[in-house]
């Protein structure tokens, strides 16, 4: 007499696993970007030995004189990889806190501010100010209140990485279904129970977005710190003006791509932790 | 196959049982100055399957909305007499992040019923519904049909006497529908619980129910009512019958004089 309807076995394959591994998505994805990769190398062949063939050393190095000079240690040369890791392991360092405390602040101030239309009132301003301020005029204030180190560096990190976070986050907190909370509401949830079993799960992915956008912002945090804080063990920004004040060019190549590598890095990492935390469920809307 | 069965039920020896939902000359303005109901009386009684049909925007949902205490009527009164109701949205209003069997379990965990007790509440909700097997899907490994199907049997773990459904079919096509409906009848024929339902659909108000409540437009008012005389448990054949398409003529008819 019981009929049911629909297949009653448990699927065994995930649809969307077998698709995001399959070598024709990989090289979708892949493919392109490396392409204009190749591109990018090869015109830049071609602008080097065009500058050099009149005589412009300096200007433009060919890659793999990059490669040699800066990233190889040779004999008459002077190795310049052990400053170069240092300075990215302390620069990552300086992104990393501040991204923390960014993400703390953020998605506390957001959370704070989801609670009632009166605080989300008084408060957003507020990150919209942050965001607006010109750090450059900020430099002085912080310098004579925390000195011109690590502390400093790592506040510049926080003030241009704070507003993604504290936007996202609060997006994703209102972006819950008016039925989905009438749902809960008819449960007689308390406030607490919408935010920690509906707002807070809801707003993981745009909380993700978010963070993946500030932790990029946090290493041009960290590079932009060094120019202004600078006293204490170099940052990667602190070698990058450096070569460029001697003109060593392939030198700030060289540091240039490991500040661009740690930023890309980092993005790939946050977008990797997001997918992780939330993939298994999350769609986007296509 | 079943002959058909079309004996009218004596609807009016049946009096033993208070109303569990009560209108009485509900009204409902909007503060902006909408108004979407207007003098509905209405009464739904266990074991009573109540559809409401009506032209789109006429105050369905709102109806439902005052009857579950999301809303307050401006006007009149509205009486449940239960606390034990099941809010069927016309979306799955599933949480994506949860399996099916963890959104089984959400009414009853708001509750704070223990987990085992959950549990198996959830189970026994989903053998119900036909899902049995899909309880470690997530819903967007689910069908338009699955989702509604996990939504209704979230809706039967805390045991409601009365059931509302705002439209839950709306969005399937036909054939979902049919079957989606033949199941609940199955359900309601063995749990004998209150259901006030609404449609757009005429021959879906007239399979399930044992009353059709027909809307005008805006501001809604009730301008018929229809007793069902098919008993319970339902043959799907009873819709190619002659009787039932004359009772769904009437009610469409009703529909395009109250929409007029
Ligand atoms: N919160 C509100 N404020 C103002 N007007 C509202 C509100 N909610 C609903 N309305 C209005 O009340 C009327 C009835 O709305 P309701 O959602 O009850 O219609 P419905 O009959 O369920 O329509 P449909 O069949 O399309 O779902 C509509 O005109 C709608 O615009
Ligand atoms: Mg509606």
Known sequence: MTRTLEATTPKTVNPSRT?????????????????V????????????????????????????????????????????????????????????????????????????????????????????????????ALVPLIGTTLGYSFESRILVCVLISLFPMVSNTLFGLQAVERSQRELFKLQGASRFTVLTKLQFPNAMPA??????????????????????????????????NNYASRVQTPELFAAIITAAILGVAIFLIFGLIGRLAVGRWYEPAS | MSTLTLTPTAVSTDVASDPLLDFRNVAMQFPNGTVALSGVD??????????????????????????????????????????????????????????????????????????????????????????????????????????????????FTLD??????????GALDEITRERLGDELLRIFVEQQFAALFITHSVAEAVYLSTRVVVMSGRPGRIVDTFEVPFEHPRDPDLRFTPEFAKLCGQVSHALREGHS
């Open chain 1, 19 to 35: 698709v995001a591994t399959s070598t024709s998505a990989r090289l979708r994805n892949w493919g392109p970007p490396l392409v």
């Open chain 1, 37 to 136: 990769f190749a591109a990018i190398i090869v015109v830049w062949y071609a602008a080097a030995l065009y500058l050099e063939s009149l005589g412009r050393t300096t200007v433009l190095p060919t890659p793999h004189r990059i490669v040699i000079d800066s990233f190889l240690p040779t004999d008459g040369g002077r190795p310049i990889t052990t400053d170069l890791l240092r300075a990215l392991w302390l620069s990552t360092e300086v992104a990393l806190i501040g991204l923390a405390i960014s993400i703390v602040i953020g998605i506390g101030w957001a959370v704070l501010m989801s609670q009632a239309r009166w605080i989300e009132r008084s408060l957003f301003p507020y990150a919209v100010f942050l965001q607006c301020v010109p750090i450059l």
């Open chain 1, 207 to 240: 909380i993700f977005a978010g963070m993946r956008i500030s932790a990029g912002l946090a290493v041009v945090g960290a590079i932009v710190g060094d120019f202004f804080f600078r006293r204490g063990q170099p940052g990667l920004g602190i070698l990058i």
């Open chain 2, 42 to 155: 209405l009464t739904v009684k266990r074991g009573e399957f109540v559809t409401v049909v009506g032209p789109s925007g006429c105050g369905k949902s709102t109806l439902l909305r005052i009857a579950s205490g999301l809303e307050n009527a401006s006007e009149g009164t509205a009486t449940l007499a239960t606390k034990r109701i099941g809010y069927v949205f016309q979306d799955a209003t599933l949480l994506p992040w949860r399996t099916v069997q963890s959104n089984v379990e959400l009414l009853a965990e708001l509750n704070g019923q223990p987990k085992k007790a959950r549990a198996a509440k959830a189970r026994a909700a989903i053998d119900l519904v036909g899902l049995s097997g899909f309880e470690q899907n997530l819903p967007k490994e689910l069908s338009g049909g699955m989702k509604m199907r996990t939504s209704l049997a979230r809706s």
């Open chain 2, 160 to 169: 409601p006497e009365l059931f509302l459904f705002d439209e839950p079919f």
